[in-house]
């Protein structure tokens, strides 16, 4: 066991039991601490600076030709905590242009009165489709405003650079690769 | 299998431990029947073996003896001295043996399986995201236990015909398929159509149907079953839901007197497909397509949802009021259903002794094919005759009602389930009846009952069925049946209850079972957890002698 | 007319006063914010604005910054919000005590004089609407009077919290009252020194006028401290309040009260805050005098007395910011330490300091 060290307190003196002097100089510091400017930020006339990986409103993003980049794998349904999110998949129609993807939501409802912004759903996306930006202030009149659904989520998210070009390679090579044929 | 005859069985001794298994066993199925694993792709059990996927090398070694005397050599603790081939062996080509030892992972087996799956995952696409497959993928299992977890792989990959239509209910993508050959092999040696084949040889190496022909015979969706990856997938499950989402609940097809052993898989109280449920005794791991796509009916659009009186809907309560007025003091005749469980037979048996009643009954036929399709299409005729419904074989139709009705012999009608219009009871001797109707769905009988009482799919109740081997087998409720609608075991004992003016009580299948195991000696001792998951099969007596229409197929054999 | 002098002028006076401290008492609310907020770093209320005023260019959001409008804003609120009368309060009682808890607020200050009117013949009069020579005991009757507001709130409220704040205030009243009144009697027995022509007795007007040279805060320090924390104790500000105490009482003896009634509450104790200050200001901070030892610069007049009105209110408001300022500067004191040190240490000390005083009265007198 470790060794009790027991500190002898230094008896107070006389001033120091009046408290007077104590007062005047938590007075003190008030008074500094009052003519320092305010760091209030006068929301929403002036808006925070938000840095780049906060995790704001989950959006679905499109990559740069315009493409859903969702296929529907609900791995995101799957790891969502609340639950919040709500996935009908869908097929992409075979005379499509991007047909070679195959799969994309029918619907996809994010429920943001679930939502916890935990980023899960960005982490988990192996299609990078689904991030959380920088929209933090979301309000309705009713729990069905609430819900965001496809349309409004890709109204949210708009157009993020795409770093892999995944499907644009796999079309590539679908169009050139049948040569042994 | 008899108790008396012993089973030979050999001793093998898999990583250390010494086990004992039924001498010609697989040695793949027997380090599963010990809870380990060999991983494999291309070994089924109920196919032969090819031995092309590599994935279940192991190693292997036999005691060794001295070649002069015959005698075992022993090693310095005097324990036989093994004698391990110097090259791994693949496990789904190894029959057990005595004395053979196994080791399923050494270093070298795991290396083995770390290069194996490297191939493998050379030229699979990274379609895990679009795949339906995900979920119960064996690549994706195995991968992340076995793989090393990164591609070393930087070249171009193999790109092959991708979104293939090979049949009107499977779908075929031949960059994820692994070239295991399970499919050919069930085509050929099951479902005796043969169409699948592999051409193009070498890298790329294609699965494709012989040309001019579809894989679209009855039993194409059990390739999709088998197929350990994403290169079959069904059509009709097609991107409907991620396997991970549905609850599995065991089940009976009811499709026809086989009784396959089904899984009903749902999410939220929607079933989104069928598949089969190993029973070596009744459907080894197969079932028919026609069999999948019956879960459709339980939101089909004619499904009845309301109690109705008159063509009224009404509650509960006043529709049991009205069928009582039909049933009580009249000259009742009922038509039973071999589409109702043994449970609900037992209890309709009751109406008819209480209220005198006249039991018909149809006997649903057609074409079999050999397999797992018998011509009885109903799953539970023997449950029938078991319970005392009915005492011989039922005609094809209900001519003899139409008969008794033109006669005037009776004055109304309890039917379950059937439509007695199509099976021969004219419309006019249907109007001047008085009908109360009990099914699932909503059809010519039910148009013209006075009293229509909604009842629930066999996804939606729990009972059991007797197939055509007069094996009783259970099935569970795997969703919640349509808002407001009692079960068939509350509804009949309300109706036996009520005519005779007892206080109904709520019935669920146990407590029937305890009714049903001492009404029929057949049943002694059994109960419905009793039935298991696999089912028990009843000793029926002379009732076996009965000439039923069912010809030989895979598991039945006409005596 | 002379029933307009005799009766109307002094209802006209009375609303006046009451307009005057009423809004000083709303203002004080903004300043609290104000103040409370600069001490934090942050802005305070800045966003009401009046649609006309509000509009002026430079000026309106000027004023709008300040929060000028705000106690507008908030008044209204407590006017229009729901009046809720919980079912289990004892009724009577529950209404009444707002009342009880404002009148002797706006009632002390009838004897109050606020500033100084010298006429032609240099005659100074005090600016006070009831000139009595017992001034200081009329303001300490009735002032600790307030305490059955907050007594029959909380006993009337019926419910745990309030019960426990009525009890600590009345507590708090009682132990604080009496060091407070043994602490002003020094100040009168040197402001009542009985020369010939001096008649000034209890009156508070005399008490400015002894401190045209020493201020009392200088001449009495003792006095002016225990008088000082008195005040503090007997408005139930921080670091003595015990009857809201919000942290363990949720809102002490208003935790009932909601509304008008509450904002009643609310107004009262601003108002003892405006009141104290002043008494203050007039006991031991010369009043409207300007500066100790430097003779007040008023003129004669009508300017003058204004001059000394509004230097008047200057002090008051730089004590009103002290009883902010010390506000959000100290923590609240427990319950125990509160009397601990009402009984042991102010009231002794109150009591030495009389006998002090006394004594050296006693050995000018006969030297």
Redesign the interface.
């Known amino acids: 066991m470790a060794k009790t060290k027991v500190l002898e307190r230094k008896p107070l003196s006389l001033a120091e039991r009046t408290y007077l002097p104590q007062i005047v100089t938590g007075l003190k510091t008030t008074l500094v601490n009052m003519l320092r400017p305010s760091v209030t930020l006068q929301y929403p006339e002036e808006r925070p600076v938000i840095p780049e990986n906060y995790r704001g409103v989950p959006t679905l993003v499109k990559d740069p030709n315009g493409r859903e980049k969702c296929?529907?794998?609900?791995?995101c349904?799957?790891v969502c905590p609340p639950k919040a999110i709500r996935i009908t998949?869908?097929?992409i129609a075979?005379d499509a242009d991007t047909?070679?993807?195959?799969?994309a939501p029918k619907e996809f409802d994010i429920n943001m009165l679930r939502c916890i912004y935990c980023g899960l759903c960005e982490e988990v996306c192996?299609?990078e489709a689904i991030f959380l930006q920088d929209v933090f202030s979301v309000s309705g009149y009713s729990r069905e405003e609430m819900i965001n659904n496809k349309q409004k989520l890709y109204e949210l998210g708009g157009t993020l650079p795409d770093r892999h070009r995944?499907w644009d390679k796999?079309k590539a090579?679908?169009l050139q690769?049948?040569a042994?044929? | 299998m008899s108790e008396t005859k012993q089973l030979e069985t050999v001793t093998v001794n898999v990583d250390g431990v010494e086990h004992a298994f039924p001498k010609g066993m697989n040695l793949v199925d027997a380090v599963a029947s010990i809870g380990s694993e060999i991983p494999h792709y291309c070994y089924h059990p109920k196919l032969s073996v090819v031995g092309n996927c590599r994935m279940c090398l192991i190693e292997m070694g036999m005691p060794m003896r001295d070649r002069a005397t015959g005698e075992a050599l022993l090693d310095a603790d005097g324990k036989p001295k093994i004698g391990w081939m110097p090259k791994p062996a693949i496990g789904c080509a190894t029959t057990v043996a005595p004395g053979m030892h196994v080791k399923t992972n050494s270093p070298l087996v795991r290396d083995c399986r770390n290069g194996v799956m490297e191939f493998l995952l050379i030229n699979h696409?990274?379609d895990?995201?679009?795949c339906d497959q995900?979920g119960e993928c064996r690549l994706q299992e195995f991968a992340t236990d076995y793989g090393r977890g990164y591609s070393r792989y930087t070249e171009?990959?193999?790109?092959k015909?991708?979104?293939t239509r090979i049949g009107p209910r499977v779908m075929l993508d031949d960059e994820r398929c692994i070239l295991c050959s399970r499919c050919i092999r069930f085509s050929k040696e099951i479902a005796n159509d043969d169409v699948l084949g592999f051409i193009?040889r070498g890298s790329?190496s294609t699965l494709t149907c012989f040309p001019g022909k579809q894989l679209e015979n009855n039993y194409s969706l059990n390739t999709v079953d088998i197929c350990p990856v994403g290169a079959l997938t069904s059509t009709d499950f097609?991107?409907?839901?991620?396997v991970?989402?549905l609850k599995q609940v065991d089940s009976i097809c009811t499709e026809s007197s086989v009784g396959a052993n089904t899984e009903v898989w749902s999410r939220e109280g929607k079933i989104y497909r069928v598949t089969p449920r190993r029973n070596d005794e009744v459907n080894d791991t197969w079932m028919t397509d026609s069999g999948r796509a019956l879960y459709q009916l339980a939101e089909a659009e004619n499904r009845l949802l309301r109690y109705a009186v008159d063509g009224q809907p009404s509650s509960f309560e006043a529709a049991i009021a009205a069928s009582l007025d039909a049933l009580k003091g009249r000259r009742l005749g009922i038509v039973a259903s071999a589409h109702a469980s043994l449970e609900e037979q037992f209890l309709l048996k009751r109406i008819v002794e209480v209220t005198r009643a006249r039991v018909f009954m149809a006997y649903h036929q057609g074409e079999g094919d050999g397999i797992l399709l018998s011509e009885d299409r109903s799953p539970n005729l023997r449950g029938a005759l078991l319970t005392g419904l009915i005492d011989s074989l039922p005609a094809v139709d209900l001519s003899a009602l139409d008969q008794a009705l033109t006669a005037g012999e009776l004055d109304s009608l309890l039917v379950i389930h059937e439509d007695l219009s199509a099976l021969g009871v004219s419309a006019d001797n249907l109007a001047k009846t008085k009908v109360v109707f009990a099914g699932t769905h909503s059809n010519a009988t039910s148009e013209a009952a006075q009293v229509v009482l909604p009842t629930l799919t066999v996804f939606e109740r729990a009972g059991s069925f007797v197939n055509q081997n007069f094996r009783a087998q259970r099935f569970k409720s795997a969703v919640p049946g349509p808002q407001g609608i009692a079960s068939d075991l509350t509804l009949l004992e309300t109706l036996a209850a009520l005519v005779v003016g007892e206080t109904p009580t709520h019935p669920d299948v146990n407590t029937v079972w305890q009714s049903l195991s001492v009404a029929n000696p057949v049943f002694a001792g059994l109960d419905y957890n009793g039935l298991g998951s696999m089912g028990v099969a009843l000793e029926p007596g002379p009732l076996a002698e009965l000439p039923f229409v069912e010809t030989r197929n895979l598991k039945y054999n006409p005596r | 007319m002379d029933w307009f002098t005799a009766y109307m002028l002094p209802v006209i006076y009375a609303v006046t006063m009451i307009v005057v401290v009423m809004s000083i008492a709303g203002y004080s609310v903004l300043a609290e914010r104000k103040v409370s907020g600069w001490i934090q770093h942050r802005t305070g209320p800045n966003r009401t604005a009046l649609p006309i005023i509000g509009a002026i260019p430079v000026l309106g959001p000027f004023l709008t910054r300040l929060g000028l409008f705000q106690p507008l804003a908030d008044g209204l609120k407590f006017l229009f919000k729901e009046d809720i009368t919980p079912g289990h309060v004892r009724r009577g009682y529950f209404i009444a005590a707002p009342i009880i808890a404002i009148v002797p607020a706006l009632t002390t200050m009838v004897v109050l004089p606020f500033g100084q009117y010298t006429d032609a013949e240099g005659v100074v009069h005090p600016l006070v609407l009831a000139n009595i020579d017992i001034g200081i005991l009329f303001i300490l009757a009735v002032s600790s009077l307030g305490v059955y507001g907050i007594v029959l709130a909380g006993w009337s409220a019926n419910s745990k919290y309030p019960f426990l704040g009525g009890i600590r205030s009345s507590a708090q009243m009682v132990s604080y009252e009496l060091a407070m009144g043994l602490s002003i009697l020094p100040v009168f027995m040197w402001a009542a020194v009985p020369e010939p022509g001096n008649l000034n007795g209890l009156s508070l007007f005399g008490v400015v006028q002894v401190q045209q040279g020493f201020w009392l805060a200088m001449w009495q320090p003792v006095s002016a401290l225990i008088f000082l924390v008195a005040v503090f104790a007997e408005t139930n500000r921080l670091p003595f309040d015990m009857a809201e105490s919000e942290t363990d009482l949720v809102g002490g003896f208003h935790t009932e009260y909601g509304s008008f009634k509450f904002g009643l509450f609310f107004v009262a104790e601003y108002a003892h805050i405006v009141i104290g200050s002043a008494v203050f200001v007039v006991l031991f901070l010369g009043g409207w005098n300007f500066l100790p030892f430097i003779p007040a610069p008023w003129p004669d007049g009508m300017v003058g007395a204004v001059m000394s009105v509004l230097w008047f209110l200057l002090k008051i408001f730089f004590f009103i910011f002290f009883f902010i300022w010390v506000r959000w500067t100290l923590p609240r004191f427990r319950y125990d330490q509160v009397m601990t040190l009402g009984w042991k240490v102010l009231l002794p000390l109150a009591v030495a300091n009389l006998i002090f005083n006394t004594l050296l009265i006693a050995l000018r007198d006969t030297l």
């Open positions: 296929v529907s794998c609900q791995l349904e799957f998949p869908g097929e075979d047909a070679h993807v195959e799969k192996p299609e995944k796999k090579a679908e690769g049948a042994h044929h | 696409p990274l895990c995201p679009i995900a171009a990959k193999n790109v015909p991708k979104r193009d790329y097609r991107f409907k839901m991620r991970w989402f």
